[in-house]
């Protein structure tokens, strides 16, 4: 694949478009990732709006068309996250092992539901812990083994919502994938920032879709006649007065002029009877919001997604750690408990004793003088 250029224009719609030449390859794994997020804040609360379509991608870079996926997820009584970027990849190897971005954070939920207390700074770290450590594990035991391909694990998350003081606040994180000369995956974490909502109208973005929103929030004065986007070109404070119903027109109509701009050409010049180009849509579908106002969720709008696989594995990583025996006559060094428990191994080095391989996943591991014979 060869991405001849982009092309912007000046203004509020920020034009995301990509000429791509495609050769002719065999179909691969498909790997999907999302498009645009748009969260808007202000002291009558919060409000975030994402399109539906996820793009589907090939191993070999070549678009595979879109399907509807579910980018806005309802964290508790008070708090709501988008994701934009990674969507989710094949581990054909691994299916007991949760493969997307969805799964991660019906994850997070799960294991604190029952945590009362979570202060709206602790939500976030928790939830960088776990997409760091899972998408390391995805990457790794994905087989990732073309720089390209680490772009595809690439992930925005807006987390927004109400703090225990009552406070709403806006933070959002990024990773971009990185590989190693040695072939080791790694997410590597380029932002994380946390405001509160206060006097005027706070915002994040994040998608391919989010030049086009950011533009049309700056110059809001070329959009001014335009349904949903009017009341916030006229407004002198740049929308810190605008309503909760106002919040959400702006963010859909963001999110539609998203949908408008962004495209991607896709030329076949050595596939007849294709045509010679297509045009990849790559925001758009129906679109999911959320109104977080007084204090609690509510409202979410979504349309209807089709069931994930159940995941009946629970795991733990093991990272960079090394086990020794020091000599000791009959020492297991690892032994997994209980049955339904996986142990991952990233790295590190066993050495000197014992270890019971079943139930575990070893990825880059030294093995030192072990043995599994029990």
């Not at 691969?28 to 804040?41: D, E, P, Q, S």
């Not at 129906?286 to 609690?296: C, E, I, L, M, T």
């Not at 990583?317 to 690892?334: A, E, H, K, R, S």
Request: charged fraction near 20%; include cysteine.
């Amino acid at each position: 694949m060869l991405k001849l250029g982009m092309t912007r224009c000046r203004g509020p719609a920020t034009l995301a478009v990509v000429l791509v030449l495609v050769a002719h390859a065999d179909d691969g794994r498909l790997f999907a990732r999302g498009t645009v997020n748009i969260v808007l804040a202000n002291r009558s609360g919060l409000v975030a709006v994402t399109d539906s379509y996820q793009t589907l991608q090939r191993e070999d870079g070549r678009y595979a068309g879109t399907i509807l996926g579910q980018k806005l997820f309802v964290l508790d009584q008070t708090t709501v996250c988008t994701i934009a970027g990674f969507a989710s990849a094949p581990l054909r190897k691994f299916p007991e092992f949760m493969n997307s971005a969805a799964e991660i954070v019906e994850e997070f939920v799960e294991e604190t539901r029952a945590r009362h207390g979570l202060t709206f700074h602790q939500k976030l770290m928790t939830l960088v812990y776990l997409f760091q450590r899972d998408l390391e594990l995805m990457g790794n035991l994905g087989d990732i083994h073309a720089q390209g391909l680490a772009d595809v694990y690439g992930l925005e998350l807006i987390l927004a919502g109400y703090d225990l003081d009552g406070v709403p606040k806006l933070s959002k994180f990024a990773f971009r994938g990185d590989l190693s000369p040695s072939g080791v995956f790694v997410p590597t974490l380029t932002q994380v920032s946390e405001r509160v909502a206060g006097q005027g109208l706070i915002h994040e973005t994040a998608g391919i879709g989010a030049s086009a929103v950011e533009n049309i929030l700056a110059h809001p004065g070329q959009l001014g006649d335009e349904p949903g986007i009017a009341q916030y070109a006229r407004s002198p404070d740049r929308g810190a007065t605008l309503n909760p119903a106002e919040l959400e027109r702006l963010g859909r109509a963001l999110a539609s002029h998203s949908a408008l701009v962004s495209r991607v050409y896709v030329v076949h010049p050595f596939l007849p009877g294709r045509g010679f180009v297509d045009v990849m849509q790559l925001v758009g579908g129906p679109q999911q919001v959320a109104s977080v106002f007084g204090g609690k969720v509510e409202s979410v709008v979504q349309p209807t997604f089709a069931e994930r696989p159940a995941r009946t594995k629970r795991f733990h990583i093991w990272q960079d750690m090394t086990f020794d025996g020091n000599g000791v006559q009959g020492i297991v060094l690892f032994y997994v408990m209980p049955a339904d428990l996986i142990a991952v191994h990233i790295r590190g080095e066993l050495r000197n004793g014992t270890v019971v391989l079943d139930n575990g996943y070893y990825s880059g591991v030294k093995f030192s003088h072990c043995r599994d014979d029990l």
